[in-house]
């Protein structure tokens, strides 16, 4: 059997491990683009539930550790790797519900659970991915798990485990093409690995932690302040905020939010299986906290003064919410529609913000927003319903996991890119219904097509031919298309293989490592081509990673 600290230590030994080894994950991604992928989002995802589980006693039951780490790795989870990872140990969590100690078939049971979520959870599921090696390793534990030897029992199933990672590039033709293994597969056979060496009694695997830097500020954008938009007597002086970790069956937590509404306004009750998280305005933050501990433990509590800050900051144009402190400027819905868009770039933040975004998230390529910071976009959009818009397809996931902790309808359009991101805001249409609306935002960006130019982070492989550091690579749609040495002569290529006899618009997205000179060279060559039977337009979007974004419609 194992016992609550053993679970603990077992997830701090797998957090460590995809830290220190999160290069080597993401050194095998199938494009070898600047992408900081896999292994970066699995570390950022185990950390965040590694540093509420140093914080629990030693005499804590499997059931509450499998339950503090099961709600940490979910708001926390990035990219697509992060929230199957959070899916996958979500399973321990109802595995373990009542218990102090767990077999090995409670174990097998766990990773069964775990892996029928994150099957669920992905609309389309690839076989040869993270999905497999969990699937099939849980295949081996559940064969295997009538025995009391639980370290026995575990070194079959990361044996199983690293088998069937081995077979992916069979699965999987992009991988085989590419000379790689699954990197999501091999994250989890490192972390399982990691937990192994707890079970056997040989202690957690060790990182050093690098000095952290100050907090990155700002993860949403928003035109409105909470303490900014009073511009008369405030009613309810304290905003307290407060996460609740909720007693083994509580009741619902409508109670609270009705009680919270009676002693102050703008209140958002925000709950999933372990927490419940609270914002109110009030008079009474004592009362506001003493009526929580009905329903749990109290965690994380936050209380301002709004006179002071609004003396200090009145109606500034822009509210920064810190995503460190994990904040929520939550704001009660005053029109049907919002929106929030994910993008990084001055230009790209602007352009959405003039086409009707409430809320951006700063993210894309290379820095995966987390589901909590996605959230908190969403509470903080002033809407009925919030329309996300993710603008690349390893944040879909996070966007579709926040929706579900939301207190307010949310829809996640599947946009892939910037082009379609901003095509399907464009398309909104105030005057239609949900439905309507859903419908026509969807048709919007299918109907774009998407290339992006950007350089090789490493020496590669794929499908026979070599591409060194630094070339420059075109992307079509998503998939790697072509290499050349010349960023324009990349795009030139690209935007031609774009275009075809229905296309009417062109955009060019230049980004913050092209000159104006460049840029003007390339919109040259591209109108004398094609000016005579589509719109060109040229946009300053200061985005990171790719030179040009392109969108033809």
């Known amino acids: 059997m194992i016992n609550g600290k ?33 292994g970066t989002n699995m570390s950022m995802t185990l950390a965040s539930a590694k540093s509420e589980l140093v914080l629990m006693p030693d005499t804590a039951g499997v059931d ?32 373990f519900k009542g218990l102090k100690e767990a077999s090995a078939a409670d174990i097998a049971r766990a990773v069964e659970l775990g892996v029928e979520r994150a099957y669920k959870a992905v609309m389309k599921p690839t076989e040869g991915t ?84 100050p907090a990155e500020p700002v993860t949403i954008e928003t035109y409105a302040s909470v303490v900014g938009s009073f511009d008369g007597e405030i009613t309810y002086t304290y905003c307290t905020e407060y996460i609740v970790r909720k007693d083994p069956g509580c009741e619902s937590s409508l109670k609270l939010r009705a009680y919270l509404e009676s002693i102050g306004d703008c209140v958002v009750v925000v709950e999933d299986d372990e927490i419940i998280k609270v914002h109110v305005h009030t008079n009474n933050p004592g009362k506001a906290i003493e009526k929580a501990l009905e329903f749990g433990s109290i965690n994380l509590p936050k209380i301002e003064n709004m006179r002071y800050q609004h003396e200090a900051a009145k109606t500034p144009e822009k509210v920064t919410v810190s995503s460190s402190q994990k904040a929520y400027a939550a704001v009660p819905p005053e029109k049907p529609y919002g929106f929030v868009a994910v993008a990084t770039g001055d230009g790209l933040e602007a352009m959405f913000e003039d086409a009707g975004a409430d809320c951006i998230v700063k993210g894309g390529q290379t820095m995966n927003p987390s589901t909590e910071d996605i959230l908190a976009a969403i509470q903080a959009t002033p809407a009925e319903t919030v329309f996300v818009l993710p603008n690349n397809k390893n944040i879909i996931m996070a966007a579709e996991q926040a929706a579900k902790l939301a207190d307010r309808r949310v829809c996640v359009l599947q946009t892939r890119t910037i082009p379609q991101g901003l095509s399907a805001l464009l398309a909104f249409d105030p005057d239609s219904d949900f439905n309507s609306i859903r419908s026509d935002m969807t048709q919007a960006f299918e109907r774009v097509k998407t290339g992006q130019v950007t350089f090789a982070a490493r020496d590669s492989e794929f499908d026979g031919q070599s591409i060194r550091n630094g070339e420059i690579l075109a992307l079509e749609n998503g998939k790697l298309t072509l290499v050349e040495t010349d960023v324009n002569k990349a795009a030139y290529r690209l935007i031609k293989r774009l275009v075809d006899g229905d296309s009417e618009f062109i955009t060019i997205i230049v980004g913050e490592d092209i000159d104006d000179q460049t840029a003007e060279a390339l919109r040259l060559r ?13 946009i300053r979007g200061g985005q990171p990673v790719y030179y040009y974004i392109i969108g033809v419609e």
């Not at 797998?14 to 991604?29: F, G, H, P, T, V």
């Not at 699965?171 to 056979?189: I, R």
């Open 6 to 38: 053993i679970l603990r230590d077992s997830f701090i030994s797998a957090a460590n491990c995809i830290a220190a080894n999160k290069k080597d994950i993401d050194a095998l991604n199938v494009f070898p683009v600047p992408d900081g992928d896999t």
């Open 64 to 95: 509450e550790v499998a339950k503090v780490m099961s709600g940490a790795l979910l708001r926390g989870a990035r990219g697509n790797s992060g929230v199957i990872t959070s899916l996958l140990f979500k399973g321990f969590d109802k595995a």
């Open 130 to 213: 993270i999905l497999t090696v969990a699937r099939l390793a849980g295949v081996k534990a559940k064969e295997t798990c009538e025995t009391d030897d639980i370290p026995a029992f575990w070194d079959g199933v990361c044996e199983e485990a690293e088998r069937v990672l081995e077979t992916t590039p069979e699965l999987l033709p992009t991988l085989k093409k590419a000379g790689v293994v699954d990197a999501g597969g091999k994250g989890l056979c490192l972390l399982l690995r990691a937990m192994g060496e707890v079970f056997h009694g040989r202690g957690i695997v060790k990182f050093e932690e690098p000095e952290k830097k």
């Open 526 to 538: 591209v109108e004398e081509k094609f000016g005579s039977r589509a719109d060109i337009n040229v």
